[in-house]
T-cell receptor, first 113, second 116 residues
Framework: DQQVKQNSPSLSVQEGRISILNCDYTNSMFDYFLWYKKYPAEGPTFLISISSIKDKNEDGRFTVFLNKSAKHLSLHIVPSQPGDSAVYFCAARISGSARQLTFGSGTQLTVLP | ETGVTQTPRHLVMGMTNKKSLKCEQHLGHNAMYWYKQSAKKPLELMFVYNFKEQTENNSVPSRFSPECPNSSHLFLHLHTLQPEDSALYLC???????????????FGEGSWLTVV
């Protein structure tokens, strides 16, 4: 049973517009959430994170929103750039565990010039 | 330059071969991980090492054998693999601790494994 789900395997957005990537989770014990970005032939790189005590975290063009009641988080990229084209993984963790992350299956974002 | 380096980047092996994947982290972390990424599947955690001690084995078949000689190095020894084991194998590291917001995992670039 997948505890972290990214239901959209792919998303295409025009350059300059907003990209919204979604993630749902089922385990209410998760209290820390991360987004990773992965280019082909490279390992995932950390992008942005949010603790469950917050509902928003912003870093430049990237903003992550957390809705705990809906067990949903989203990553907004504004404005989207062609270099943002990559696979985006959502991940979640339970504090006090061995700090492993549970990952979603990823969403391929394509930003069209 | 990535703080986590993996070699080889690509490996093709027969089902009767024995090979090893190597990982080295230069970040001073004390936890290291092996993940497997198959096409269109979530990243699967395979093994976790904290301070050189294996703390988790996620029901990984014995044909995968990890080794962690020190906090900076991690190996994955491969023996009699199956074609379905073909995947991207990712090494990662993090700093363990009690803070909620810390412990971000940093990944290497991965080793693409093809079993023929």
């Amino acid at each position: 049973d997948q505890q972290v789900k990214q239901n959209s395997p792919s998303l295409s957005v025009q350059e300059g517009r907003i990209s919204i990537l979604n993630c749902d989770y089922t385990n209410s014990m998760f209290d820390y959430f991360l987004w990773y970005k992965k280019y082909p032939a490279e390992g995932p790189t950390f992008l942005i994170s949010i603790s469950s005590i917050k509902d928003k975290n912003e870093d430049g063009r990237f903003t992550v929103f957390l809705n705990k009641s809906a067990k949903h988080l989203s990553l907004h990229i504004v404005p989207s750039q062609p270099g943002d084209s990559a696979v985006y993984f959502c991940a979640a963790r339970i504090s006090g565990s061995a700090r492993q992350l549970t990952f979603g299956s990823g969403t391929q974002l394509t930003v069209l010039p | 330059e990535t703080g986590v380096t993996q070699t080889p980047r690509h490996l093709v092996m027969g089902m009767t071969n024995k090979k090893s994947l190597k990982c080295e982290q230069h970040l001073g972390h004390n936890a290291m991980y092996w993940y497997k990424q198959s096409a269109k599947k979530p990243l699967e955690l395979m093994f976790v090492y904290n301070f050189k001690e294996q703390t988790e084995n996620n029901s990984v078949p014995s044909r995968f054998s990890p080794e962690c000689p020190n906090s900076s190095h991690l190996f994955l020894h491969l023996h009699t693999l199956q074609p379905e084991d073909s995947a991207l194998y990712l090494c990662a590291s993090s700093q363990t601790g009690r803070s909620v917001s810390g412990n971000t995992i940093y990944f290497g670039e991965g080793s693409w494994l093809t079993v023929v």
